[in-house]
């Protein structure tokens, strides 16, 4: 009885996979344009709306929004806001995983590194045809439109509404520069890993090292202040394997082996990074406005950024969340009133200003809150030069491999150029 | 009954049990106190008592947006009803399994076994269409689908070890003196069964109060249990200590409350029933 | 024992069976059927059917052996340990003395504490520069300066190995000592009369009267165990340098890397390693019925 119900699982496991397969294919729309509906058709409706909140006062925040919006709006459209975890980047897998169940959201927020695997399976909404009829898309520089239609792949269908982005720079204790001797903050790359150099003493004598220069993020996430120094050298994502590139990890593992950054660097996150900085333990860290008012709250005025300094290249990595709409949305001019309000118009100003996040929409930008703000300044400094981890459906894995492929090196287990090429490999292949 | 010294008691039960304890119980004494340090004293030198005690994070999970209590219930009512649910069927099955001998038994068992044995991410996307199908998405019932699917075969099998355990001298007692299966069943073994069937519902309790990766997919802010509401409390710009902590706090107590009074059914069992005769 | 064919038996089983078939068999025939395609939803377009293929990359890829070895230490201490300690406390908590009820409730908190908390907290505890752990180290002296345990890829295995252990305890305390309330009491008077030693009572009464309770607890914690993903991930991500990388986080990490074709392929090879373990005990407990 046995064998005839393992015969019978296997054929039904092999008819199963081969039916499922051609369905999955199938679902979501074809690549044909939909005409967009014009605001004149908008009824009543309710959009479903998923977000994350990185802690409970923005979680507030946008409730906040949505009832103000729900108000406001002179369509009679209603915003029903759910939350869900951002799980360390799960949040864009649990996502995916209800919307091939079938149950997506209309809109939600979005990260721009998950865009492959959504638009491989034909789960977002093309708003091409909703920003061109809209008289306000200027607002919003063609550059991170630009960057927006790249993460999707194509150059004329844009899947990414941008929402806000966060610049990352660094951060230094003005007191620790000063103990170290150093009367302005660098302006070239190799003055600053000068400074790091320098910022690493033992300050009470007991011969152990007390204050580190550098507060390195070599566990998830570091990819992106990493990038800076392989730029600085000249070197880029498109070829990890040149000789600049490869220099640009030699920096990085000689600050790890010389002790200039904590030993725990192979393991530290975002956490750890943030805690040493605070605590006085490193000097310097790269990250962006997101942390700036925990800094200020504990630190006060000896807290500082200057953007990455010039090298051969120049490079920080632009943090991004953005909006998107799903296919399966039945409302989708009234989703797109719902994005335009977080994007442009009084959700922008609420969000950015309560968040400290570097708004998208220029007119926002120029309000007197982001003008008076230094943090906010040093990151609209980057904006130009700013960018993201090439976008493509091996930058997931890509990203969760790198703290190991890195630790290795670190470690000395793997030289600089084979890590170089693995980590070119695994990107470019 | 020999009067045991005292210098023997103590190396036989108090000094390991000290010991057991320590290890056990100090991580929970370090998520208290983090829980009433402010933040501040977090990144630093090393206190093992709060400088300054705070109660906010206390006060902030009921009151926010994170909204425990609702989480609480949610858990509760989730647990309790899988409890019920899985413990019965399972009961039944493992008896019918251990006692009677029947076409497919082995088959039936092997695959009851052999049903965990697959991770459960890989099973996400066509059991989240299968409960929307089933309209029964964000409801407290999608979880305890799951949860009794889950747990069912594990319990079956723990309870095939008791009852394998338990002598079968005392049904074969009861039937010579007139019962029929029914009635052995609920009025000798039932009562003798009792402390496994307390171990195996608090297994299936625990799994069901733990789980995270359905509880995620199936749940909506109205319905989501605790494993979700705290990982709410990560978000990109890193850990609420005090939050996760002091929900951590909550969540533990309750439940070691209820134990505490479910464990008085783990008396000696055999010796109370059997003096009958 | 009931040998008669009667329908009595499969009532009882029915319900159980029922709820498994309906839930949990076509998504694991669904997985099964995708390990034989090459099933990467980041290009879905490339799904088709190719028979071993999943199965022979995954013999191929030497992380694959070095998750499945690291599977292997990860039960073999993990289990082995949990076992021994619960044990031991099942066997105390079985005594008199006073307030044993808060102490049996207490004894339950690792299994109460949600995975996420004790992911994090230990990794707290463990932290390289405001960890505890290394506190206390030094403040004994033992170590003079501070251990990044979860950084470093030869102390990272052991730190979460202890992180399990500390888990599993309350498991085995309560299922043993559930096993123990079974055992009549009049063996271990007779036992004494005859002068027996306390070794000698528990080898040759204690153990083997709870020997099913024993070997079913036993292979259950080793599956669940062995397929347990959130204290590593949450402690490690599986890092650093793959160092606790054990097989599930594997199928986990590439499953949410969407490549389901190849987790689903290891997810079957570590199903089967798990039989290799099962089955000898399937085979014991049917030879020791047919007694």
Same mark, same amino acid.
């Given at each position: 009885?046995?064998?005839?119900?393992?015969?019978?699982?296997?054929?039904?496991?092999?008819?199963?996979?081969?039916?499922?397969?051609?369905?999955?294919?199938?679902?979501?729309?074809?690549?044909?344009?939909?005409?967009?509906?014009?605001?004149?058709?908008?009824?009543?409706?309710?959009?479903?709306?998923?977000?994350?909140?990185?802690?409970?006062?923005?979680?507030?925040?946008?409730?906040?929004?949505?009832?103000?919006?729900?108000?406001?709006?002179?369509?009679?459209?209603?915003?029903?806001?759910?939350?869900?975890?951002?799980?360390?980047?799960?949040?864009?897998?649990?996502?995916?995983?209800?919307?091939?169940?079938?149950?997506?959201?209309?809109?939600?927020?979005?990260?721009?590194?998950?865009?492959?695997?959504?638009?491989?399976?034909?789960?977002?909404?093309?708003?091409?045809?909703?920003?061109?009829?809209?008289?306000?898309?200027?607002?919003?520089?063609?550059?991170?439109?630009?960057?927006?239609?790249?993460?999707?792949?194509?150059?004329?269908?844009?899947?990414?509404?941008?929402?806000?982005?966060?610049?990352?720079?660094?951060?230094?204790?003005?007191?620790?520069?000063?103990?170290?001797?150093?009367?302005?903050?660098?302006?070239?790359?190799?003055?600053?890993?000068?400074?790091?150099?320098?910022?690493?003493?033992?300050?009470?004598?007991?011969?152990?090292?007390?204050?580190?220069?550098?507060?390195?993020?070599?566990?998830?996430?570091?990819?992106?202040?990493?990038?800076?120094?392989?730029?600085?050298?000249?070197?880029?994502?498109?070829?990890?394997?040149?000789?600049?590139?490869?220099?640009?990890?030699?920096?990085?593992?000689?600050?790890?082996?010389?002790?200039?950054?904590?030993?725990?660097?192979?393991?530290?996150?975002?956490?750890?990074?943030?805690?040493?900085?605070?605590?006085?333990?490193?000097?310097?860290?790269?990250?962006?406005?997101?942390?700036?008012?925990?800094?200020?709250?504990?630190?006060?005025?000896?807290?500082?950024?200057?953007?990455?300094?010039?090298?051969?290249?120049?490079?920080?990595?632009?943090?991004?969340?953005?909006?998107?709409?799903?296919?399966?949305?039945?409302?989708?001019?009234?989703?797109?009133?719902?994005?335009?309000?977080?994007?442009?118009?009084?959700?922008?100003?609420?969000?950015?200003?309560?968040?400290?996040?570097?708004?998208?929409?220029?007119?926002?930008?120029?309000?007197?809150?982001?003008?008076?703000?230094?943090?906010?300044?040093?990151?609209?400094?980057?904006?130009?030069?700013?960018?993201?981890?090439?976008?493509?459906?091996?930058?997931?894995?890509?990203?969760?491999?790198?703290?190991?492929?890195?630790?290795?090196?670190?470690?000395?287990?793997?030289?600089?150029?084979?890590?170089?090429?693995?980590?070119?490999?695994?990107?470019?292949? | 009954?020999?009067?045991?010294?005292?210098?023997?008691?103590?190396?036989?039960?108090?000094?390991?049990?000290?010991?057991?304890?320590?290890?056990?119980?100090?991580?929970?004494?370090?998520?208290?106190?983090?829980?009433?340090?402010?933040?501040?004293?977090?990144?630093?030198?090393?206190?093992?008592?709060?400088?300054?005690?705070?109660?906010?994070?206390?006060?902030?999970?009921?009151?926010?947006?994170?909204?425990?209590?609702?989480?609480?219930?949610?858990?509760?009512?989730?647990?309790?009803?899988?409890?019920?649910?899985?413990?019965?069927?399972?009961?039944?099955?493992?008896?019918?399994?251990?006692?009677?001998?029947?076409?497919?038994?082995?088959?039936?068992?092997?695959?009851?076994?052999?049903?965990?044995?697959?991770?459960?991410?890989?099973?996400?996307?066509?059991?989240?269409?299968?409960?929307?199908?089933?309209?029964?998405?964000?409801?407290?019932?999608?979880?305890?689908?799951?949860?009794?699917?889950?747990?069912?075969?594990?319990?079956?099998?723990?309870?095939?070890?008791?009852?394998?355990?338990?002598?079968?001298?005392?049904?074969?007692?009861?039937?010579?003196?007139?019962?029929?299966?029914?009635?052995?069943?609920?009025?000798?073994?039932?009562?003798?069964?009792?402390?496994?069937?307390?171990?195996?519902?608090?297994?299936?309790?625990?799994?069901?109060?733990?789980?995270?990766?359905?509880?995620?997919?199936?749940?909506?802010?109205?319905?989501?249990?605790?494993?979700?509401?705290?990982?709410?409390?990560?978000?990109?710009?890193?850990?609420?200590?005090?939050?996760?902590?002091?929900?951590?706090?909550?969540?533990?107590?309750?439940?070691?409350?209820?134990?505490?009074?479910?464990?008085?059914?783990?008396?000696?069992?055999?010796?109370?029933?059997?003096?009958?005769? | 024992?009931?040998?008669?064919?009667?329908?009595?038996?499969?009532?009882?089983?029915?319900?159980?069976?029922?709820?498994?078939?309906?839930?949990?068999?076509?998504?694991?025939?669904?997985?099964?059927?995708?390990?034989?395609?090459?099933?990467?939803?980041?290009?879905?377009?490339?799904?088709?059917?190719?028979?071993?293929?999943?199965?022979?990359?995954?013999?191929?890829?030497?992380?694959?052996?070095?998750?499945?070895?690291?599977?292997?230490?990860?039960?073999?201490?993990?289990?082995?340990?949990?076992?021994?300690?619960?044990?031991?406390?099942?066997?105390?908590?079985?005594?008199?003395?006073?307030?044993?009820?808060?102490?049996?409730?207490?004894?339950?908190?690792?299994?109460?504490?949600?995975?996420?908390?004790?992911?994090?907290?230990?990794?707290?505890?463990?932290?390289?520069?405001?960890?505890?752990?290394?506190?206390?180290?030094?403040?004994?002296? $033992? #170590?003079?300066?501070? *251990? &990044? /345990?979860? +950084?470093?890829?030869?102390? @990272?295995?052991?730190?979460?190995?202890?992180? $399990? #252990?500390?888990?599993? *305890? &309350? /498991?085995? +305390?309560?299922?043993?000592? @559930?096993?123990?309330?079974?055992?009549?009491?009049?063996?271990?008077?007779?036992?004494?009369?005859?002068?027996?030693?306390?070794?000698?009572?528990?080898?040759?009464?204690?153990?083997?009267?709870?020997?099913?309770?024993?070997?079913?607890?036993?292979?259950?914690?080793?599956?669940?165990?062995?397929?347990?993903?959130?204290?590593?991930?949450?402690?490690?991500?599986?890092?650093?340098?793959?160092?606790?990388?054990?097989?599930?986080?594997?199928?986990?990490?590439?499953?949410?890397?969407?490549?389901?074709?190849?987790?689903?392929?290891?997810?079957?090879?570590?199903?089967?390693?798990?039989?290799?373990?099962?089955?000898?005990?399937?085979?014991?407990?049917?030879?020791?019925?047919?007694?």
């Amino acid at each position: 009885m046995k064998k005839r119900l393992l015969a019978v699982l296997l054929t039904a496991a092999m008819v199963l996979g081969m039916t499922a397969c051609g369905s999955k294919s199938n679902s979501g729309s074809s690549d044909k344009k939909e005409e967009a509906q014009s605001t004149d058709d908008i009824k009543e409706c309710t959009i479903k709306f998923q977000y994350w909140a990185d802690n409970t006062d923005y979680s507030s925040l946008m409730q906040d929004i949505i009832k103000k919006f729900n108000e406001e709006n002179k369509y009679g459209i209603t915003v029903e806001g759910e939350e869900v975890p951002w799980d360390g980047g799960g949040y864009s897998n649990t996502l995916f995983n209800a919307a091939m169940g079938g149950g997506a959201p209309d809109v939600a927020t979005f990260k721009l590194s998950a865009t492959p695997m959504f638009t491989n399976n034909n789960l977002l909404a093309d708003l091409t045809p909703y920003v061109d009829a809209w008289d306000k898309k200027d607002d919003i520089s063609d550059n991170i439109y630009d960057v927006m239609k790249k993460a999707g792949g194509s150059d004329d269908s844009l899947y990414l509404m941008p929402w806000n982005i966060q610049v990352l720079y660094v951060y230094y204790r003005p007191s620790i520069f000063k103990e170290a001797g150093i009367t302005e903050t660098p302006k070239t790359y190799d003055e600053f890993l000068e400074d790091i150099k320098k910022c690493t003493m033992d300050t009470d004598g007991d011969g152990k090292t007390d204050v580190y220069g550098f507060g390195m993020r070599g566990a998830s996430g570091g990819q992106e202040p990493w990038g800076s120094f392989i730029y600085g050298e000249g070197g880029s994502f498109d070829d990890l394997t040149s000789d600049a590139s490869v220099q640009g990890m030699q920096d990085f593992i000689d600050l790890y082996k010389n002790g200039y950054v904590p030993e725990s660097a192979t393991n530290d996150g975002f956490n750890e990074t943030v805690a040493n900085f605070k605590s006085g333990k490193t000097a310097m860290f790269i990250h962006h406005i997101g942390s700036s008012k925990g800094m200020v709250e504990e630190l006060g005025d000896d807290v500082d950024a200057f953007i990455i300094p010039k090298g051969k290249g120049q490079w920080t990595s632009m943090g991004d969340t953005e909006t998107v709409m799903f296919d399966s949305c039945e409302n989708k001019a009234a989703a797109f009133e719902w994005m335009k309000y977080l994007a442009t118009e009084e959700g922008q100003e609420m969000w950015c200003e309560g968040t400290g996040q570097v708004p998208v929409s220029q007119t926002v930008q120029q309000k007197d809150y982001f003008q008076n703000d230094k943090f906010m300044k040093v990151s609209m400094e980057g904006v130009d030069i700013a960018g993201t981890v090439p976008v493509k459906d091996t930058t997931t894995e890509w990203i969760s491999n790198w703290p190991a492929t890195i630790s290795q090196a670190l470690t000395g287990e793997i030289t600089a150029k084979e890590c170089m090429d693995k980590l070119d490999k695994a990107l470019n292949e | 009954m020999k009067r045991e010294s005292f210098l023997k008691r103590f190396l036989t039960l108090y000094l390991p049990l000290i010991v057991i304890l320590l290890f056990i119980l100090f991580p929970f004494y370090w998520t208290f106190i983090t829980s009433i340090k402010p933040d501040t004293e977090l990144y630093g030198a090393v206190t093992y008592w709060p400088r300054q005690v705070q109660w906010e994070n206390y006060t902030k999970l009921f009151t926010t947006t994170v909204n425990f209590l609702a989480a609480m219930k949610n858990s509760f009512i989730v647990a309790a009803v899988t409890t019920v649910v899985s413990l019965t069927a399972s009961t039944l099955a493992s008896y019918a399994f251990s006692r009677y001998r029947f076409a497919g038994r082995r088959a039936m068992m092997a695959l009851f076994l052999s049903n965990n044995m697959f991770p459960t991410v890989l099973l996400l996307i066509p059991l989240y269409s299968i409960m929307r199908n089933l309209g029964l998405l964000y409801t407290p019932w999608a979880l305890v689908l799951a949860y009794t699917t889950f747990t069912l075969p594990f319990s079956v099998w723990l309870l095939n070890g008791f009852f394998n355990d338990l002598p079968l001298s005392l049904e074969e007692a009861a039937l010579v003196d007139g019962c029929n299966r029914r009635m052995a069943f609920f009025k000798i073994i039932l009562p003798i069964l009792g402390p496994c069937l307390v171990a195996t519902g608090v297994y299936i309790f625990m799994t069901s109060w733990n789980e995270y990766t359905f509880a995620v997919m199936f749940t909506n802010n109205a319905t989501r249990t605790i494993p979700v509401a705290l990982k709410s409390l990560i978000g990109q710009l890193g850990v609420d200590w005090g939050l996760l902590t002091a929900g951590g706090i909550i969540t533990i107590i309750p439940v070691c409350i209820m134990f505490f009074f479910a464990q008085k059914r783990l008396v000696e069992g055999l010796t109370a029933g059997a003096v009958k005769g | 024992m009931v040998k008669k064919k009667s329908i009595y038996p499969y009532l009882l089983v029915a319900p159980a069976l029922i709820i498994i078939l309906c839930v949990v068999f076509i998504p694991v025939v669904n997985a099964i059927g995708m390990s034989f395609q090459s099933y990467d939803l980041r290009r879905p377009n490339d799904i088709a059917f190719v028979g071993l293929a999943n199965y022979i990359a995954a013999f191929k890829d030497e992380l694959f052996w070095k998750a499945l070895w690291k599977t292997i230490l990860w039960v073999v201490f993990g289990v082995g340990f949990q076992f021994v300690f619960g044990f031991i406390l099942a066997l105390l908590l079985n005594k008199k003395f006073r307030g044993r009820g808060v102490v049996r409730a207490v004894s339950l908190i690792p299994w109460v504490t949600p995975g996420i908390l004790i992911g994090l907290m230990w990794r707290w505890m463990y932290d390289g520069n405001y960890g505890v752990l290394n506190d206390i180290l030094q403040k004994l002296h $033992i #170590i003079n300066k501070s *251990i &990044p /345990f979860l +950084a470093q890829a030869n102390t @990272a295995f052991p730190a979460v190995v202890v992180t $399990i #252990i500390w888990q599993g *305890i &309350p /498991f085995f +305390a309560l299922m043993i000592l @559930a096993g123990l309330q079974g055992i009549p009491g009049e063996l271990y008077e007779a036992a004494d009369m005859d002068g027996a030693t306390g070794f000698q009572k528990l080898f040759k009464i204690t153990i083997p009267s709870i020997k099913n309770t024993i070997f079913i607890t036993g292979l259950l914690r080793i599956i669940w165990v062995a397929n347990s993903v959130d204290v590593i991930f949450n402690m490690t991500e599986g890092g650093p340098a793959y160092a606790t990388q054990t097989l599930s986080v594997y199928v986990f990490n590439k499953a949410q890397a969407l490549n389901l074709g190849y987790s689903s392929a290891m997810a079957i090879l570590l199903a089967l390693v798990l039989c290799l373990v099962a089955v000898p005990y399937l085979i014991f407990t049917f030879g020791e019925e047919d007694k």
